[in-house]
């Protein structure tokens, strides 16, 4: 449990046309989380949740041992938050913001952040409203790294960004991050940034986490067989198969508990393995939402 | 309370709103010296020029510190410092009252300084004073509805109301026999109606702020 550095226990919160049911989330210190859902499905509810900016119904939230909401203005101290829709004050200067900050911080450090704006290539006297959304969201990231904070929350910190700028922000994220060790909670919709930086996988969908492993489990045990039957054959029953699709004697088996024993249960059964297609984080995401959203509907 | 955070919000406000407060200062002295100067028709214009100012930097202050974070974006980054949302609420509150009140302590006291000194009415200085602190007033429930309801609709609204309140509770109050007795008299008046008034008005601005406070401590979304 104390190494835990969020720990989300039977989390609700209900809105009027929308509710998080239920949540349990863990993320152990020093490890690198990607929080992934379609747009609405909860991510960014969960980390306001987490950051103490909306209070839960039920449940409990614990953030670097502190109780959230209760004790966020202690937990605040050591995350560093960024989110898409946070912005800094137009009218001043980088170089303002980061003097703004620095009392506030114990752990402030003056040179990293001076080497990050380098890295970033942002001027510090130039006005915020002067910059690029690229620039800005670089600029944002500056102010929480720089705050040394032992929690890095960044809620779909590329959203918006043109790709050049989003390869440029998560090219220097990731540098910044091979640093030192950081525990990160990293929600996005796009499962290509997320898919880069993270050591652990969470999915959320309509307000429920429907899946949490790490990275390289959910690489492992998700493929997808691609069979031949027979004439009179039927499709092998597999375990953990989500989705059966292709058509007639050419079925595509997508199977979430993937063993590679499962290949001579499909030729025992009569069935040729003509391929085990290893599958991407999208592809996994997606498999998994509709699967869910299927039995919904079942 | 974390007050060092608070006062650092406080601080932060301050600056954005500096050339506002520099040149509401500035008109303000002007208007002083066109109700010592202007003499009759100087005194009324400058009073009303004063008061224009003084709602002025009352709504430049709300709009920008209160409102203009939710619309601006940035409240989510001020969120994120390590705050509650009853020390941003304080800040807030606190904030624009150190904007307001000091520039219109300084306006009130030149302006009675001006009622006391001149020549032919010293009778107003009662009215003045319970008019200023239904400026305060006015300004106070801008401040309040703009913090819980943090919708421009709703401020714009409060701000009507406070301006139309000043008419119609300057019309009231010159009409309370107490008051109305001296108000146009050579000698500074001042009696228990005045003193009633003042307390209540004292204690509305009480109400407002303690009631912001309350409704901002049971608030479960920030953002």
Not at chain 1, 123 to 139: D, F, P, Y
Not at chain 1, 198 to 213: A, E, L, V, W, Y
Not at chain 2, 180 to 202: C, D, H, M, S
Request: aromatic fraction near 8%; proline fraction near 4%; glycine fraction near 8%.
């Amino acid at each position: 449990m104390n190494d835990l550095s969020v720990h989300f226990e039977g989390v609700s919160k209900k809105y009027p046309h929308f509710s998080l049911d239920n949540i349990h989330l863990e993320l152990p210190a020093g490890s690198i989380m990607g929080f992934i859902g379609a747009n609405g499905a909860g991510k960014s509810t969960t980390i306001r949740i987490l950051m103490g900016l909306v209070h839960q119904d039920t449940g409990s939230v614990r953030v670097l041992g502190h109780t959230m909401p209760a004790a966020q203005a202690a937990a605040k101290l050591d995350i560093g938050f960024v989110s898409e829709d946070m912005r800094l004050y137009c009218p001043a200067t980088l170089a303002w913001h980061m003097k703004f900050m620095r009392p506030i911080y114990p752990r402030w450090d003056q040179k990293y952040a001076e080497e990050l704006a380098r890295r970033f290539d942002l001027k510090l006297e130039q006005k915020i409203k002067g910059l690029s959304h690229g620039q800005r969201v670089k600029a944002a990231l500056l102010l929480a790294l720089a705050r040394r904070p032992r929690l890095l929350v960044l809620d779909e910190p590329t959203t918006g960004l043109d790709p050049v700028a989003r390869m440029e922000v998560l090219s220097e994220l990731m540098a910044v991050l091979a640093d030192e060790d950081r525990t990160i909670l990293f929600s996005s919709h796009n499962t290509l940034d997320v898919e880069q930086i993270s050591d652990q996988i969470t999915f959320i969908d309509r307000g429920k986490i429907i899946d949490s492993d790490d990275k390289e489990a959910f690489l492992d045990r998700w493929r997808r067989l691609r069979l031949v039957l027979p004439a009179d054959g039927v499709v092998p029953r597999l375990p953990g198969v989500v989705a059966v699709g292709g058509s007639g004697r050419l079925p595509v088996l997508t199977t979430n508990r993937f063993d590679p024993a499962m290949v001579s249960v499909c030729t025992d059964q009569g069935a040729t393995v003509q391929a085990v297609d290893t599958m991407t984080l999208e592809e996994i995401f997606v498999a998994n939402v509709h699967s869910r959203r299927e039995r919904l509907t079942a | 309370m974390n007050s060092s955070m608070v006062k650092s919000l406080i601080l932060k406000d301050w600056y954005f709103q500096r050339t506002a407060i520099l040149l509401a200062l500035a008109g303000g002295v002007v208007s002083l010296g066109i109700i010592a100067f202007g003499g009759q028709p100087g005194f009324t214009l400058g009073l009303i020029l004063l008061v224009t100012i003084m709602v002025m930097i009352s709504a430049m202050s709300v709009m920008g510190n209160v409102l203009g974070e939710r619309e601006n974006q940035t409240l989510a980054f001020a969120m994120s410092l390590p705050i509650s949302y009853l020390e941003y609420t304080t800040s807030k509150i606190l904030g624009n009252l150190l904007i307001f009140v000091p520039f219109w302590l300084i306006m009130v006291a030149g302006c009675v300084s001006l009622i006391v000194a001149g020549p032919t009415i010293h009778g107003f200085f009662a009215f003045a004073i319970i008019m200023a602190v239904e400026m305060l007033l006015s300004t106070c429930l801008l401040i309040a509805v703009a913090l819980v309801t943090e919708s421009k609709g709703w401020s714009i609204s409060a701000m009507v109301a406070g301006n139309l309140a000043l008419n119609v509770v300057g019309y009231l109050v010159a009409h309370i026999p107490g008051i109305q007795r001296g108000l146009f008299g050579t000698k500074i008046y001042w009696n228990l109606t005045a003193t009633v008034l003042v307390v209540i008005e004292f204690a509305l601005i009480a109400l407002l702020l303690g009631g912001a406070f309350f409704i901002q401590s049971r608030k479960k979304d920030f953002i």
